[in-house]
């Protein structure tokens, strides 16, 4: 067999473990160390004759729903496209995913970023520093989300330079009334025109909002920005002046792909859903 030949199957091979290894890969992230490898043990001993009681039992075992859906997700994957893999090859894929993970956790770094009163003890970042360092180490791609846009020089040149650098920009923004669109196009101003030309600007429509009997809509809070999934800025703070002048905000800057990886990928999901969609 020819070395072409042999790449071409070894390739092929690995196509068919990506879902897989994914779902390992989310288990491993989302699981507290010590929890993925009790799994993971568990998993190592599942047999053939017995699958979908010991599935149902290790799954029961669990008590976070989103951990429960990852290791159901895990199993029936196995199951449905790589049944020819032993147990013990999933659990020892889950362990090595989970040191991996543990690794990076352990590698992050958080720092606190706070607007009002200062003390001497503890040293914080401004909130405006920390957005403008997001916005400033973005090279790729960059997500800003807020409920409110006002009166923001600053960020409004670090846009315009981060789309200089041919930065792919997304702004998620809010409208207090979003029957009539009512202030979107006073956040847009604050943005600036040509921040809103280069950039893709996203609204919450009120056809996709929660109602309660009232009909009160529910309201898009988010504050956040995330930089080529690499650092994201989670915030009390809109963008605003006051936000970062005068008024008491708290948030965390935050280090890890991980992380940030998520943050954009949850984003990028309800923008496909059509949850979030653009504002024309």
Known sequence: MCDKHKMTMVKSNMDSYNNLLGQITNLADEAPYNLAVSIADAIGKISDASYQYDRNRIIASILQPNLRLLVGLLLDTW??????????????????????????????NVSLVWTGPKTESIPLRRTDQALLQVINEAKEKLLIVSFAVYKIEQVRQALMQAAERGVNTRICIESPDPNQGKSIYNNIQALG??????????????????QDKNGHCGILHVKCAVADENLVFISSANLTEYAFTLNMELGVLIRSSRLAGNVFAHFNRIIEDGVLIPLT
């Open 193 to 210: 025109e040509a921040v809103a030309q280069k950039a893709a600007v996203y609204i919450w429509p009120i056809s996709q909002r929660p």
């Open 79 to 108: 199951q449905r496209e790589n049944v020819e893999v032993p147990s013990e090859s999933i659990a020892l894929a889950l362990l090595s995913a989970a040191q991996v993970a543990e690794r990076c956790r352990k590698s992050e």
